[in-house]
Each structure stands twice: as structure tokens, then as C-alpha cells.
């Protein structure tokens, strides 16, 4: 076998090795730069590629959004070097034929809130460029692992205690409004009781109906409430409602009422004082008028009366 050369001097494999490894160490720059031109190659070649021979890639970060049973499945738009982009979902159970479910539409999501609720699903999406369609991006969907949303919560102030009362969250189908508890049976509610401003937690409890009064409560206290679902059969929990913040009352009357009242009878007081005024400026009017007699009436008078006392 013959002896190759490099740089006037022989070497064998090993040495081929040590010599490549020198150049790499020597010149790291353009490593680099021929590593870089090899990518950009590769990058036009594919674009090229499927420019010319009509490959569109498939839909890439395929996901299922489902809150309360509103499911939506989502994917990232195609960076393709055509405009015209489509894409269609089609739907099928574990037996059966696939059915379309959204036909070349241009959005990157699709509703699948209508399917049967009971039910295992296969989903797959595509894209679609004029007559050059992608490979098929399957996924499956089961309706009742969505997410359950937080409920409506509505609380009253009580005397050192706080009135609770809970509903839903609920589902639109059909026309129809379903709640969870026809879905999945049996339902609780966590509750999360904090002061405000305070970090520590101060308890979470379970509520087995739609309302609750939570009393030995400090009087007048702000307290801010939390509630969630919670699902004994499936072990489920949902998502935590916003933060519902109340403040609790000494004697029945909460501090709005207790405000307005104060507020009523200021002014009903400054009316008081108001006709009270009234009364006297024309009762004085009445019988204290404020005109005099004329200047000679009094003279006459008191003249009149000098008279009378030097006669007698």
C-alpha cells in the first residue's frame, strides 16, 4: 500500500489523524466558518427541495387546549416559502374511519368542543399547499381530562362571620346548561381562607354544598377567599377561582352600611338645622318686624306722652 504525504513528509492513518487534529486546533476559525456554510447549504438545499418538489412539512407543536370542557387543538403556523397554507382536521374513535372536522381552514386552531363528551378520539391535522399536502401530525383527545375552570363566588358580610355561596362552573351543550355535577358525580369545593395583607395561610376547608357560613371570624377583618373543585371519583382538582376579599362586621352591619348610615344622618341633621333657621327667621319676622315707625310718629308720641304726665 502506498505511503501518503502531507506537507513533504510521510505518514500513515495515525499520523493523518495528528495532522487533522493540529489543523483543527491551529485554525478553530475556519472550522467554524466552513461548519456554518455547511448548515446554510443544507438550509437552501431543503427550501429548493421543497420549492421544487412540493413537500410541505407537517404541522409542528401540536396541542390540546380543553378548560371546562372548551377544547380547542392548536398548532404552530408553517414558515413555508408559499403563502397559500391550509390546513385540516380530521377526527376519528379507536374504531372507525377518520371524518373531517375542519377543512382548509387558514387559522392554526380548531374547535372540538362539539364531539361526544364520553369518548376516546384520535386527531390529526395537516397542511395543505395548492395541490402538495403534508404527512398527517396525530394526537389523541379524551374530552373529560379537561381542566375544570373556577367557580362563580359570591360572599356577604355576616356578624364576626362571612356567608359563602358557590356555583359552577357550567357547561353549554346542546342549548343546554350542565353542571359538573351531572358530569362527574359527586363535587367539592376547597375553600382557602386568608386575612389580607397577611402571608400565612390561615386554613383550607371543604364545602359540600353551594354555600357555607364560615363564622368565629375577628370582627371587622378583611378576608380574602379562594374556592376550587375538587372531584373525589377521579381524584381531580380544578383551577382556583380569583380572590374575593370581604370584610367581616361587629354586630350584623357591615361597614358600607354602617357608613351610609352615618353618611344619612349628617344629612338629615344639616336639614334640621336647615328648617330650624327657616321657623325662626319668619317667626321673627311675624312678630319682631324689622321696619320702625317714621321719625315724626315718634315725636308725636313722645310729645303726646309729656303732656299727659305734666296734666295729671
Request: some cysteine; proline content about 5%.
Amino acid at each position: 500500500m502506498p505511503r501518503r504525504t502531507a506537507g513533504g513528509k510521510d505518514y500513515t492513518g495515525s499520523r493523518r489523524t495528528e495532522v487533522i487534529k493540529a489543523t483543527v486546533f491551529q485554525r478553530p476559525g475556519l472550522v467554524l466558518r466552513r461548519s456554518r456554510e455547511m448548515a446554510w447549504r443544507y438550509l437552501i438545499s431543503g427550501c429548493l427541495f421543497w420549492s421544487v418538489h412540493g413537500i410541505v412539512p407537517e404541522p409542528q407543536n401540536v396541542v390540546i387546549q380543553s378548560v371546562t370542557f372548551n377544547s380547542t387543538l392548536q398548532w404552530d403556523p408553517l414558515t413555508f416559502p408559499t403563502v397559500n397554507v391550509t390546513y385540516t382536521v380530521q377526527y376519528k374513535q379507536h374504531s372507525g374511519g377518520f371524518t373531517d372536522l375542519c377543512t382548509r381552514i387558514v387559522f392554526t386552531e380548531c374547535s372540538m368542543s362539539h364531539l361526544p363528551l364520553y369518548g376516546n378520539y384520535i386527531l390529526r391535522v395537516r397542511a395543505e399547499s395548492e395541490k402538495e399536502q403534508s404527512n398527517w401530525k396525530n394526537i389523541t383527545f379524551t374530552p373529560m381530562d379537561t381542566t375544570i375552570g373556577p367557580p362563580d363566588v359570591h360572599v356577604e358580610p355576616r356578624s364576626r362571620a362571612l356567608y359563602v355561596e358557590v356555583k359552577g362552573p357550567f357547561l353549554q351543550r346542546n342549548s343546554a346548561t350542565l353542571s359538573i355535577e351531572e358530569l362527574y358525580g359527586t363535587v367539592i369545593y376547597n375553600m382557602q381562607i386568608l386575612k389580607k395583607d397577611y402571608t400565612e395561610q390561615m386554613k383550607i376547608v371543604n364545602i359540600m354544598y353551594d354555600s357555607e357560613i364560615r363564622s368565629d371570624l375577628d370582627p371587622w377583618t378583611t378576608y380574602c377567599i379562594q374556592v376550587q373543585v375538587f372531584l373525589p371519583k377521579s381524584n381531580k382538582t380544578g383551577e382556583w377561582s380569583k380572590m374575593c376579599c370581604t370584610a367581616t362586621t361587629g354586630n350584623g352591619i357591615s361597614p358600607l352600611q354602617l357608613t351610609v348610615g352615618l353618611l344619612s344622618g349628617l344629612i338629615v341633621f344639616i336639614l334640621c338645622c336647615w328648617m330650624f333657621l327657616y321657623v325662626y327667621q319668619r317667626v321673627k319676622y311675624v312678630f319682631h318686624p324689622s321696619y320702625s315707625l317714621p321719625q315724626h310718629f315718634k315725636e308725636f308720641t313722645v310729645s303726646c306722652i309729656t303732656r299727659r304726665r305734666l296734666f295729671l
